[in-house]
């Protein structure tokens, strides 16, 4: 199984990680939030469309006001067009989940970056950013680069989006993305799975709820 450290690296802000507390104080403010209309469409759907679908998700994306780090937050609104082209070939059922993971792990994309140690290349599992890079750049510009050279070139907004995307299409079994065209909780589970993080947590099954509502799961 792949280790927890996995689901803080490339969960589809591909370096979306964030501090625990963080994630849990995230957990109970979304809790006491108004919940959106669900937007028309879906994977690959228009801007506008993903920007209310994640905020409906993730509730506080409304704002970078007050952010720990704001270089690294985005609103729903800043991440929706890169979203969108990164799911544009993915069911809504799929992007309803990763979108789902997404904000759990970046805090409803308050955190591009793990904050928990300096070195990037040990609990980001790095064989996972640079299997990334490498499908982006090629692999002569991907060896030899330094761990931390290489998470940088992943970090631009347009590539950071895109790896939840490239890790459920490439690492992930295709029963996987079959079953999460259905939009089931065993589908959500099996993802999770194959992430190595408990798809049954209250604080991950608060988020998949909501991304069902806001796809018409």
Not at 8 to 36: D, M, V, Y
Not at 139 to 158: I, Q
Request: hydrophobic share 35%; glycine share 12%; net charge negative.
């Amino acid at each position: 199984m792949r280790t927890h450290y996995f689901s803080t690296f490339l969960l589809g802000g591909l370096t979306a990680a964030s501090p625990l507390n963080a994630r849990q104080a995230s957990g109970t403010t979304a809790a006491a939030s108004s919940e959106s209309g669900a937007p028309s469409g879906g994977g690959g759907g228009g801007g506008g469309d993903m920007a209310k679908a994640i905020l409906a998700i993730m509730p506080s994306s409304n704002t970078c006001d007050g952010a720990t780090l704001p270089d690294d937050c985005r609103t729903a609104e800043q991440a929706a067009p890169f979203v969108s082209e990164a799911c544009a070939d993915f069911s809504d059922g799929e992007t309803a989940a990763m979108l789902a993971l997404m904000g759990l792990e970046s805090v409803d994309f308050k955190y591009k970056h793990n904050l928990s140690n300096g070195n990037p290349g040990q609990d980001c599992l790095v064989q996972y950013i640079k299997q990334y890079a490498t499908s982006i750049f090629g692999a002569e510009k991907v060896e030899g680069k330094s761990p931390a050279e290489v998470l940088d070139m992943v970090t631009p907004d347009e590539y950071n989006f895109g790896s939840a995307a490239w890790f459920l299409e490439t690492q992930c079994d295709s029963g996987v993305r079959e079953g999460l065209e259905g939009g089931t909780d065993a589908a959500w589970n099996a993802y999770m799975d194959c992430v190595g993080v408990d798809g049954a947590d209250s604080n991950r099954m608060e988020y998949w709820n909501r991304a069902k509502k806001a796809f018409g799961l």
